[in-house]
């Protein structure tokens, strides 16, 4: 039986150096200011699909990120580990979207893809840090949902019907659930495999229509051009808010009850450290205090 795998992945901002030009001033992330990378959660998603296109064969492995032009990164970065296609969701119309506003243009977009067995996603995104957006995708596109996933164990054929493996407090649950079904993923389920070199080769060249216009916007000519009519597989597809037929009022910041106010950098300072002889009374002291300054509780 072949599965056509949906893995949502998202470019972010590596939010472990945040500097002061990393917000806008209407609230939303300058994402120029900050390196940008594969969402640490979605690695591990993908390689859960890649393992069931190897148990699967025929299966098919489909990259669908949201974000700006250079979010077709992502993409490429997919397919150079094993993904076979991927669509880029791009249009102003997206920008500063919260969660349910995300969730939105991502379950529109399924729709359009039309045919899809298991989408499946990061726990949770390093920079909005909220893990709603897998099962707010669930619910959009009415489907089951296994969150917290760390090992899919089998997808049986007969009964379309998928087994999992998920971290709960204290321990692992197995869970099972039917087809189609959104999973999500936690950074602790096996890491993704590396790049593969021939598919780097393969891919290397591979161009979402925003990057050859800056190409050609900064008066380089597209290098190889001809390869693109070649190789259509290199032409990375964006897809608009009126090539999935969203409804510009659920998108974006209007379709976005949230507004991020501001996000600052914290670093704790050395001094407030303090060695502990680990004594009961000097334990129990410590968690009075840190419940009486609401550091914990
Ligand atoms: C500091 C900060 C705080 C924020 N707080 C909130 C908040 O409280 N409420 C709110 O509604 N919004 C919030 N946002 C906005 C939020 O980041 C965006 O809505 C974002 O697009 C999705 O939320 P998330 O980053 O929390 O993703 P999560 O819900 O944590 O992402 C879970 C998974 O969904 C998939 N996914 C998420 N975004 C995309 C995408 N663009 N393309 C493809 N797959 C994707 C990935 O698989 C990801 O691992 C915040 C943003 C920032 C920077």
Known sequence: MSLNIVVLAKQVPDTRNVGKDAMKADGTINRAALPAIFNPEDLNALEQALRLKDAHPGSTVTLLTMGPGRAAEILREGLFRGADNGYLLTDRAFAGADTLATSYALATAIRKIGTFDIIIGGRQAIDGDTAQVGPQVAEKLG????????????????????????????????????????????????????????????????????????????????????????????????????????????????????????????????????????????????????????TIG
Do not use: M
């Open 143 to 294: 489907l089951t949902q296994i969150t917290y996933t760390e090992e899919i164990v089998k997808v049986d054929e007969a009964s379309r019907r998928i087994v999992a493996k998920r971290h709960i407090d204290g321990g692992v649950e197995t869970v099972e659930g039917p087809l189609p079904i959104v999973l999500t993923v936690n950074g602790s389920a096996a890491p993704c495999r590396p790049r593969n070199a021939k598919l780097v080769q393969k891919y290397k060249r591979a161009l979402g229509a925003q990057e050859k216009a800056a190409l050609k916007g900064e008066g380089e000519p597209l290098a190889y051009a001809d390869l693109y009519e070649k190789r259509p597989y290199l032409n990375l597809v964006e897809w608009s808010v009126a090539d999935v037929e969203g409804d510009l009022k659920q998108c974006g910041l209007s379709g976005s009850p949230t507004k991020v106010k501001a996000i600052e950098n914290i670093s704790f300072q050395a001094k407030e450290s303090r060695t502990l002889t680990g004594s009961d009374q000097e334990v129990e002291a410590l968690i009075v205090e840190l419940l009486a300054n609401h």
